[in-house]
């Protein structure tokens, strides 16, 4: 055989060609196969954030405004739901942000009824803790209400050396009252006793201070005859150490 | 043009001739289904990865010769068993098909093919039958085009050798 003839018979072997079934077949089971490497494209969180409000269909320069306002309602959302939340949960940091904005905010002599109303709050979550029987929030419930009594201390230590008006003491002492009562329920509930000690010091000292201050001042003011009377029980009660009874006498004789 | 195109386009221009490259070498329509099924599964997962090919060609056809020197490598590592316990074993007889496709021309060449050096059928059917040019050859053999021209030359001669032997 001529090398000529060899290779037009080598030529003759291009007949052999796969079937056209398994070249398309194979071709789509290529293509159609998940690639080992296969990521999904990497977007910043700018995009995905532009991705996101693509669904409003909103013109470019509006975005800026429209995801300042988006942030401004999960924010919102956040801290409406955290305030629900109950010592222990994961949004009771969040409710705790708002609380001390809040005290942050009030002014020197109105801060001490803000922070007994916090007193107050903290000594309902522990009521609803204890009524729902929520055990492993039970610590850090009874903490927060400790917590809470020993700041309120600080402030009327300091509010109490101020002084305040008339009001805002008649305010406080409806609290203090209030508060009693609660402390007594959910020890009652409980079983155990709530450390109070400086909060209690701190209310009575504050007592005596603002009723010693009030009997000096209505010494020198014209008094009926009813009301020199109640002015002598309080003196009494005072020189006693019954000094949340005394002011009583005072509000009564004073409004 | 994105990477699916790409590989559309390598795959249609390059099947039939790798396909019958690969069959050529191993003489089974199976085999060789398998080893171009992998060797384009190997160019796309390339793709993906980014990698840069300038060359198509020369790429599909060095992964498949390295796919069927992996063939050839784990065959012979193949251990033989006693055909009593293997009963339901293939007839490895021609079947119709291709005891008539012994009888042809194109048969006899295929025959002859095996029986040369592996480099030698490598160059003839890049050369005669997919009608790659000796710098096209010499890239996907590694080899300076000297080189190849002078193995183009001896594996014609060695093939002719064969042919006429038989």
């Known amino acids: 055989m001529t090398e000529k003839e060899l290779i037009k018979k080598i030529k003759e072997l291009q007949q052999i060609k796969p079937s056209k079934d398994w070249v398309i077949l194979t071709k789509e089971k290529i293509l159609s196969k998940p690639l080992v490497n296969e990521k999904p494209a990497s977007i910043t969180i700018g995009e995905r954030f532009s991705n996101i409000l693509s669904v409003f269909n909103v013109k470019p320069f509006l975005k800026p405004a429209l995801a300042t306002a988006v942030c401004f309602c999960f924010l919102i959302g956040v801290f409406s739901f955290a305030q629900n939340a109950l010592p222990g949960d994961l949004l009771y940091s969040v409710k705790k942000i708002a609380e001390q904005a809040k005290i942050s905010l009030a002014s020197e002599t109105e801060k001490p009824k803000v922070q007994l109303e916090l007193t107050q709050k903290k000594l309902d979550e522990l009521t609803k803790i204890a009524e729902e029987n929520k055990g492993k929030n039970l610590a850090s419930a009874v903490q927060e209400v400790e917590k809470a009594m020993k700041d309120t201390a600080k402030s009327l230590k300091k509010v109490a050396i101020a002084g305040n008006d008339g009001e805002i003491a008649k305010e406080i002492k409806e609290k203090f009252e209030a508060i009693e009562k609660q402390q007594e329920t959910a020890e009652e509930i409980l079983g155990i006793k709530i450390d109070s000690e400086e909060y209690d010091e701190s209310k009575n000292s504050y007592y005596k201070i603002l009723v010693e201050r009030e009997i000096k001042e209505l010494k020198d003011r014209a008094l009926n005859p009813e009301q020199e009377e109640l002015l002598k029980e309080a003196k009494e009660l005072f020189d006693n150490g019954n000094y949340q009874e005394a002011l009583a006498k005072i509000f009564i004789l004073s409004y | ?166």
């Not at chain 2, 980014?50 to 796919?67: D, H, S, W």
């Open chain 2, 1 to 166: 043009m994105n990477n699916q195109k790409k590989f559309s386009k390598i795959y249609d221009q390059y099947i039939d001739k790798i396909y019958r490259f690969v069959f050529l070498k191993v003489s089974s329509q199976e085999t060789a289904e398998d080893i171009c099924s992998e060797a384009f599964t190997r160019v796309w997962q390339s793709m993906d990865k980014g990698t840069k090919i300038e060359n198509p060609q020369a790429f599909v056809y060095q992964i498949a010769r390295n796919l069927i020197t992996d063939h050839y490598r784990q065959n012979s590592k193949i251990k033989l068993v006693s055909i009593d316990n293997c009963k339901e074993i293939q007839d490895n007889q021609p079947n119709l098909e291709e005891k008539s496709l012994l009888m042809s021309d194109i048969n006899e060449v295929k025959l002859a093919l095996n029986n040369i050096k592996p480099e030698y059928q490598d160059i003839i059917i890049c050369h005669y039958l997919d009608d790659l040019s000796i710098p096209e050859i010499a890239e996907i053999m590694n080899k300076s085009q000297g080189t190849t021209r002078v193995m183009l030359h001896r594996a014609l001669k060695a093939l002719r050798v064969v042919v006429n032997e038989a």
